[in-house]
């Protein structure tokens, strides 16, 4: 079991990821697959302000469908996220995996068409390299299309 406990916090959300970057020839493998969320480890805490329902610290266990093993098992998954009445949600947080840890920003259209961009530093044998990608989807399986390349 990874030690989440310094992962959770309140943070900024990461880069806007309303234009998601070429994928194309950054970095070697490119990872594609698909990962779904939705195991609630630990409630959040939610206040309302407005149309907006803040929900703050929920921990998710998030399991990955993709052909490289360092993704395999579970990650866990931090999500601050602020919920709009019209179920639009800009979300933000961490993602622990067997690869790395990192930020990651997630948004959801009205439409339920989700958007995450993750940013992993490698650890452990995998320090030296990072991995990105970009999911897209609906509800709680998004496809994922992603890269690791060395750390600069």
Do not use: K
Request: hydrophobic share 30%; aromatic share 8%; glycine share 14%.
């Amino acid at each position: 079991m990874w030690d989440i406990s310094n992962t959770i916090g309140p943070g900024p959300n990461p880069d806007p990821i309303s234009t998601p970057p070429e994928i194309q020839g950054q970095g070697d493998p490119q990872i594609g697959g698909t990962r779904s969320c939705g195991t609630v480890i630990v409630a959040p805490s939610e206040t309302r302000a407005g149309d907006v329902t803040r929900r703050r610290g929920e921990v998710d266990a998030c399991t990955w469908d993709v052909p490289d093993p360092r993704f395999a098992g579970p990650d866990f998954t931090i999500i601050n996220a602020d919920v709009r009445d019209d179920g639009s949600v800009v979300g933000w947080g961490s993602v622990t995996t067997r690869f790395g840890v990192g930020p990651y920003a997630l948004v959801r259209a009205a439409d339920g068409t989700t958007t995450v961009r993750t940013f992993l530093t490698g650890a452990g044998r995998y320090r030296g390299l990072v991995y990105q990608d970009v999911q897209v989807g609906q509800g709680d399986t998004w496809t994922v299309t992603g890269w690791i390349s060395p750390a600069e």
